[in-house]
Each structure stands twice: as structure tokens, then as C-alpha cells.
């Protein structure tokens, strides 16, 4: 051992400075006080390569004896570089080794242990054992790890929250219990013209509401603390940028754990384009209803004024073509055998022109004053109809020697007198028509509309409908006149060739429509025609 000089102390060791008896006495009384008030105590080779003591005190397992394989006993693969490197630093230095760090508990679970260890030094100064204490401070790691994991996630929910309120039109904020801004958004730091620093923390006068804006929301916002049920309103607020802008919004509480409210969130909402809008619809809505009125009214005057020309028509012009047609009968009787055969050949001709204008009168006043007048909601059969029809053209019918054929035809919901005035439209218009080195013709059959063939039609899919079909062998016509036919006043022949108004077609067409049905044609010439009517079996109420 090197001797000392009187007076000269040793600093190489805690113990330096004491007699070997004290040394030892001291250093006793030390490890007495380590193992009393530590949790595990333990004592290391100079080198850290053996342990030779370890007293877990059920924290860690005991060694029982000296052990050369402790770090792979104590501490798990990933944690063992760290610990050598800070054990490698104490020797070198020859200072007290301390570390927290991870370690294997008795039950072979994870823990954590804060490790502190002093070197024990000879009289030379040399390092003859390293002497340690423990604590299990597992339940402070893992708090602090929770902490950690709760901080990260509150710190990625706060960038989400951010990220998604930040970059939404829409003004999001929170009022605490005493009506300061806790947060505004982008959008609301914008509308303010304000920064975060300037604005939160500050109540609604400080950010420029005026008294009674702000003395509004501190209401609602009791309101809200009161209810804890939300409120909504819509008011109108100064921009910045943009003006003055209309904004709807709504206050909900915040609860805490305990049903309390803690604060009050809120959202609002430029509105203002969708006001506008709804005044400009507003606006139109009424010009349209003043338009749709004053048309009304001109659709009224213009009804009264039809009716008062078909009062004319039927007696102010009727009568002169009665009386035209009397006289030319007179004319003809009172002359008989004066007038030569081209005087007889004008009476004739006058005759007939009153008796064209006659039944064209009539065809205007059928084709302009039957929709008022229809009642829809008969039964009709169409068997009875068609019988009456044969009656009423039972002499030009013999006549033509035409035949009529049909198979049974369905009883449908609609208007008697309109049904009728159809059919016989078009049976009397396939007898005129008819070719004359040919008898006429006339075939009719019915069967119900499947619903696809109802929706390719343009109709209601789901309604039934009744499909007839009207064939004649008569002249025909050309197929690019199949609409030109049921068009007013239209004629594909002269009247010279055959009688009649121009309105028959076109008449059955609006009878067909008011039933909210269908007709079409298709025809050749000289061959024939064939008219396809679509009616529902069923009419609408109010129809």
C-alpha cells in the first residue's frame, strides 16, 4: 500500500482520509444504510464482467452467488449496448455509474429500474468492487409513457382538428363560461382581420362586435350553459374583406366528465349567396305569378270571347247558310222548268257550298267547345258504341257496301259522347275514303299494353292501357303525311274529290289527348290506312 505524508488525504475514495478500522467501519455502515432504504442492492466486479451480490427484494431475482451471465439474466438484447456503454464510462472515469433503464423482473415481465453504483476504492486508489442500489420505478415509466402516448395522440389530433377547421369557409370557434374567445379558425381569424394573438383571449367587443351583437350572443350563450341543449340564429356582421355578409350559426355546449359545461362551441356560415338566391327565386316566383295570373286572365277573355264566336256561329252565321240553302231550294222549285241545265248546275253548286259551310261550322264549334263540357268518368263500352255508330251510318254503309269487323273491345273509363265522336270520325272517314272499284273494309281489335311497350310510348308504365287498332283497305296516303293528317284545316285532297272540313283527324287526336292516350297512323297509298289508338282503362280523378 503507498504510504502517505503527514497531514496528506486521500479523495480517491469516499472512505479516504480514515484509518483502515474507520474505513471499514464507515464502509459498513454505508452498505447498512443502502440495503435499509433501497429496494435492491447489488455488488459488481471492478470490471462489471461478475456480479457478486444481488438482493432483489422480490423486484429482481436474487443471485445467491457470484454470476458472469448477469446482463443476459437482467437486461433484454436491445437494452444491453446501452448499459455497457454507460458502465464503460464509470470505469474509465471511475465516477458513480447511474442509469434508468429496462430490465427483467422476477416474474420475467418488463420493468424499469433506476441503477446508481459507487466505486470502492483500495489505499492506492484502484477500484476494487462497485457497490449498487436499485429502485423499481416501472409505474412512473409507464406513466410517463402514457403521458408521452396521450401527448402524441392529442398533438395529432390537434394538427387533424387544425388541418380540418383551417381549411373550411366555415367559422369555427370557442367561447369559455365568461364569453372570451378560447379559439377562431383561419377563416374567423380572416373575417376579423385579426391575428391568434390579437383575438383570442378577448371577449366579443374587444374583436369588434358592436353592443348589441355582442350583448346577443352573451344571452344565447347563457342560454346555452343553462339548457346544455344548442341554439341557432342567423345575423348579419361585417367582413373584413367582402363587406357586410349575412351568416347563420349555431352554439353548442361542451360537457366535461361530470354533465357540466365548460365552455361553448360554435360554427358559423356565410349564407349570403344562398339569400340572394333566394330573393332572386322570390322575385320570380312572384313576376311569374303575375305572369301566369295576367295570362290566366287572358285565357279567360279568350275562352268568354270563343264562346261568344261559337254563340255567333251557331246562330248568326248558321242562319244566313240555312237560308242561303232554303232559298236555293225555293229557287229551284218556283223555276222548275225555266232554268236552263246550266242554271240548275248553279243552284246546285250554291246548294253544296252552303251545305260545306254548314258542316264546317259545326266541325269548329265540336272542335273548339267539347273540353269544357266532357264528362271522364263514364263506363263505356265500346261494343255499344261502335253498334250505335253502324246505326247512325247504316245507310252510306249500304251504300259502300262496306263491312265493319270487330272482335270483342274493352270497356274503359272516359267521356260517352267524345268516345263516340272518335269513332265515328274515323269509321265515317275510312267510308269517304274508300277506293271505289273496292267494297271498304274496316277491321278493329283491341289488346292490353304491356308496361314496356307503355314506357316506350312515353307513357305511365305503371298505368293499363288499352291498344286498338283501326285498319281500313281505303286509298291511304303517303307515310310522310302521317302527322300532316291530324293537323286543322289539313287536306291531302281536294275538296272537289271529297267533302269535308279538315277537321275529323285532328279532332280525334284531341279526343285521344284529353283521355290522355295515343293515336298514330301509318298508310300506303292505294292500299290503306291503319290508325293505332292507345287509351287508358282508367281515368284520374279530377281528369
Avoid at 284529353?514 to 293505332?532: D, V
Amino acid at each position: 500500500m503507498k504510504s502517505k505524508k503527514p497531514g496528506e488525504t486521500d479523495h480517491s475514495s469516499p472512505f479516504s482520509g480514515l484509518t483502515q478500522d474507520p474505513l471499514v467501519e464507515s464502509e459498513e455502515r454505508f452498505r447498512a444504510l443502502v440495503t435499509a432504504t433501497s429496494e435492491v442492492v447489488y455488488r459488481m466486479s471492478p470490471d462489471w464482467k461478475v456480479m457478486r451480490e444481488l438482493k432483489g427484494r422480490g423486484f429482481l431475482s436474487n443471485t445467491g452467488e457470484p454470476i458472469d451471465d448477469w446482463l443476459d439474466k437482467y437486461i433484454q438484447p436491445q437494452d444491453q449496448q446501452r448499459v455497457l456503454k454507460v458502465i464503460a464510462e464509470a470505469i474509465a472515469t471511475k465516477s458513480i455509474f447511474e442509469l434508468e433503464h429496462p430490465v427483467l423482473r422476477a416474474d420475467g415481465t418488463p420493468g424499469w429500474t433506476f441503477s446508481r453504483a459507487v466505486p470502492i476504492f483500495d489505499g492506492e486508489g484502484e477500484i476494487v468492487e462497485w457497490f449498487g442500489a436499485a429502485s423499481d420505478i416501472t409505474a412512473r415509466r409507464q406513466m410517463e409513457d402514457a403521458l408521452r402516448l396521450a401527448k402524441e395522440e392529442s398533438d395529432v389530433r390537434k394538427r387533424l382538428y387544425e388541418t380540418v377547421t383551417n381549411n373550411t369557409p366555415d367559422l369555427i370557434y370557442v367561447f369559455d363560461l365568461q364569453y372570451r374567445f378560447t379559439y377562431a379558425n383561419e377563416a374567423l381569424l380572416t373575417m376579423w382581420g385579426k391575428t391568434w394573438d390579437q383575438a383570442v383571449g378577448k371577449r366579443l367587443r374587444e374583436n369588434g362586435y358592436e353592443d348589441w351583437h355582442a350583448e346577443m350572443h352573451e344571452r344565447e350563450i347563457d342560454q346555452v350553459v343553462a339548457t346544455r341543449l344548442p341554439i341557432r340564429g342567423e345575423v348579419s356582421f361585417p367582413h373584413a374583406v367582402f363587406g357586410k355578409r349575412i351568416y347563420d350559426y349555431i352554439f353548442v355546449p361542451v360537457l366535461n366528465d361530470r354533465g357540466e359545461v365548460e365552455a361553448v362551441a360554435g360554427t358559423t356560415r356565410d349564407i349570403t349567396e344562398i339569400r340572394l338566391v333566394e330573393e332572386a327565386l322570390k322575385r320570380s316566383r312572384e313576376e311569374l305569378e303575375a305572369l301566369v295570373e295576367e295570362r290566366t286572365r287572358a285565357l279567360h277573355r279568350s275562352n268568354e270571347d270563343l264562346q261568344q264566336f261559337a254563340h255567333v256561329a251557331s246562330h248568326d252565321l248558321k242562319e244566313p247558310v240555312r237560308k242561303m240553302k232554303l232559298f236555293a231550294n225555293l229557287l229551284r222549285s218556283e223555276c222548275n222548268g225555266q232554268l236552263n241545265e246550266k242554271g240548275v248546275g248553279f243552284i246546285n253548286s250554291m246548294e253544296r257550298a252552303a251545305t260545306r259551310m254548314y258542316t264546317m261550322i259545326e266541325g269548329i264549334l265540336s272542335y273548339s267547345s267539347f273540353e269544357g263540357t266532357a264528362l271522364m268518368s263514364e263506363q263505356v263500352d265500346l261494343n255499344d258504341t261502335i253498334r250505335e255508330i253502324e246505326s247512325d251510318l247504316e245507310i252510306l254503309i249500304q251504300q259502300k257496301q262496306a263491312a265493319v269487323q270487330y272482335g270483342r273491345l274493352p270497356v274503359i273509363a272516359g267521356s260517352a259522347v267524345l268516345l263516340s265522336q272518335l269513332f265515328f270520325n274515323l269509321i265515317n272517314n275510312s267510308l269517304k275514303f274508300s277506293r271505289p272499284d273496292n267494297p271498304p273494309l274496316i277491321r278493329m281489335s283491341a289488346r292490353e299494353l304491356l308496361p314496356e311497350e307503355a314506357r316506350t310510348a312515353g307513357l305511365d308504365g305503371h298505368k293499363p292501357y288499352i291498344r286498338i287498332s283501326f285498319e281500313d283497305n281505303g286509298i291511304g296516303f303517303a307515310q310522310q303525311h302521317a302527322e300532316k293528317i291530324f293537323q286543322a284545316f289539313s287536306r291531302l285532297h281536294s275538296k272537289d274529290r271529297f267533302e269535308g272540313t279538315g277537321l275529323g283527324l285532328s279532332l280525334c287526336r284531341k279526343i285521344v289527348e284529353r283521355h290522355g292516350g295515343i293515336i298514330q297512323a301509318s298508310g300506303k297509298e292505294n292500299e290503306g290506312a291503319i290508325f293505332t289508338i292507345v287509351l287508358p282503362l282508367k281515368q284520374e280523378e279530377g281528369a
